[in-house]
């Protein structure tokens, strides 16, 4: 069975960092490229960033491009998200989403990132 | 960049009735669109990629149709779980995820 499980969300200050993983299991992990989704409190969804499944090739949205930094560790089949210098927009559930070239097949539960002083 | 523009924005419908939910992109995605479902405190789930191609595990009153710029997603007669939040979707040529805004079918 596919599991992605997110951890490291939390409460941060503006201007601060935190680190999110994401546990993958069930699959072969590093055949596949992987991405994060964010949704703000009663808003829509909202790609991140994507990475492919070696490592090599990185996207990011224009909102978060130079503040974010998506990593992967095949060998620990986790994928990453820094974040640093955090806005309230930032503010928001962190999903990540396996990918299959045009779709998002499997999904985390999602961990909540609040920024807020 | 494409624009997903989802109509309408709430749906209100009773069980059993049949919905249509409609994706609008502002140039043209070929076939390569997906819709998602959302459920309150709910991670998205795949329901159709590539227009008309249900995932895994989806059940044949859930349909959808379209190329080009238009696109929609059918519920043939809705049972008391499918309430929720759909999301069309689809990648440009460059990796980018884009998300149209989604339509709330709820219960009248």
């Known amino acids: 069975e596919v599991q992605l499980v997110e951890s490291g969300g939390g409460l941060v200050q503006p201007g601060g960092s935190l680190r999110l993983s994401c546990a993958a299991s069930g699959f072969t992990f590093s055949s596949y490229e992987m991405n994060w989704v964010r949704q703000a409190p009663g808003k829509g969804l909202e790609w991140v960033s994507y990475?492919?499944?070696?490592?090599?090739?990185?996207y990011y949205a224009d909102s978060v491009k130079g503040r974010f930094t998506i990593s992967r560790d095949n060998a620990k089949n986790s994928l990453y998200l820094q974040m640093n210098s955090l806005r309230a927009e930032d503010t928001a559930v962190y999903y990540c989403a396996r990918d299959r070239l045009r779709w998002l097949d499997y999904w985390g539960q999602g961990t909540l990132v609040t920024v807020s002083s | 960049e494409i624009v997903l523009t989802q109509s309408p924005a709430t749906l209100s419908l009773s069980p059993g009735e049949r919905a249509t939910l409609s994706c609008r992109a502002s140039?043209?995605?070929?076939?390569?669109l997906a819709w998602y479902q959302q459920k309150p405190g709910q991670a998205p789930r795949l329901l159709i990629y590539?227009?008309?191609n249900r995932a895994t595990g989806i059940p044949a009153r859930f349909s959808g149709s379209g190329s080009g710029t238009d696109f929609t997603l059918t519920i043939s007669s809705l049972e008391p779980e499918d309430f929720a939040v759909y999301y069309c979707q689809q990648r440009s040529n460059w990796g980018a995820l884009t998300f149209g805004g989604g339509t709330k079918v709820e219960i009248k």
């Open positions: 990475i492919s499944s070696s490592g090599s090739t990185i």
């Open positions: 140039q043209s995605v070929s076939s390569y």
């Open positions: 590539d227009a008309s």
